[in-house]
């Protein structure tokens, strides 16, 4: 069974720093997708960046990237210039291609400092 | 607007009723799961269902029913038989067929044993 793990509960970092989440996961498939998601407050759940495992450029969506590191297992979330907006739980997330069971980890809680 | 409508946003229940949460999408997708939130555990999977009349179980599906009678709705039965049911409940769908494809969610619902 995938499991994804993510090692940091809670994070605070000033605002405008950059902060990186991190992101592990066990599988044994070569053929998979990433995803981080994002909680604010509000607890509506948003995607912020996907990752296909098949591809070896990270992805980037703006502020946010990610360091996908395939034979490591890992899939860590780099967030530049940070903003007060960026405050939130955000979860890692795996889905096996063809499956379509989307796996979560426990999260971090990011507090972005003024 | 499409999205996923979950309803409703508050529901209480007594002890060793059964109620029932609902989820309805308009984005014409095809996946449907249900997620259960609590403090510290991150996003934990209950059921999911990749087409009408079909759905599996996830990690914790114990205590917990769903039905898949129509491609848009995917509703989800607490019984009496889970024994710890107050949490904080995520719908979510997404398109299949092995297409990279975020998950959307709903708003959730918060379930109160009173």
């Known amino acids: 069974a995938q499991t994804v793990t993510q090692s940091q509960p809670e994070m605070s970092v000033q605002e405008a720093e950059t902060v990186t989440l991190s992101c592990t996961y066990d599988?044994?498939?070569?053929?998979?997708?990433l995803f981080w998601y994002k909680q604010p407050p509000s607890r509506q759940m948003i995607l912020v960046i996907r990752?296909?495992?098949?591809?070896?450029q990270n992805a980037t969506e703006n502020r946010f990237s990610v360091n996908f590191q395939k034979a490591a297992k890992s899939f860590s979330l780099k967030i530049s210039d940070s903003q007060l907006g960026d405050t939130a739980m955000y979860f890692c997330?795996?889905?096996?291609?063809?499956?379509?069971?989307?796996?979560f980890g426990k999260g971090t809680r990011l507090h972005i400092l003024p | 607007d499409g999205g996923i409508t979950q309803s409703p946003k508050y529901l209480f229940r007594k002890e060793g009723q059964n109620v029932t949460l609902s989820c309805e999408q308009n984005?014409?997708?095809?996946?449907m799961y249900w997620y259960r939130q609590d403090p510290g555990q991150g996003l934990r999977l209950i059921y999911y269902?990749?087409?009408?009349?079909?759905?599996q179980k996830g990690d914790i599906a114990e205590g917990y029913s769903v039905s898949r009678e129509k491609k848009e709705s995917f509703p989800l039965t607490v019984t009496s038989a889970q024994k710890n049911p107050t949490a904080f409940y995520l719908c979510?769908?997404?398109?299949?067929?092995?297409?990279?494809?975020?998950?959307?969610f709903g708003q959730g619902t918060r379930l109160t044993v009173v």
């Open positions: 997330a795996f889905m096996k291609r063809l499956d379509d069971k989307i796996i």
């Open positions: 990752q296909e495992a098949y591809k070896q």
């Open positions: 984005l014409n997708h095809d996946a």
């Open positions: 269902s990749q087409i009408v009349n079909d759905f």
């Open positions: 599988t044994s498939e070569s053929n998979y997708y």
């Open positions: 979510a769908s997404s398109m299949t067929g092995g297409f990279i494809a975020e998950a959307f």
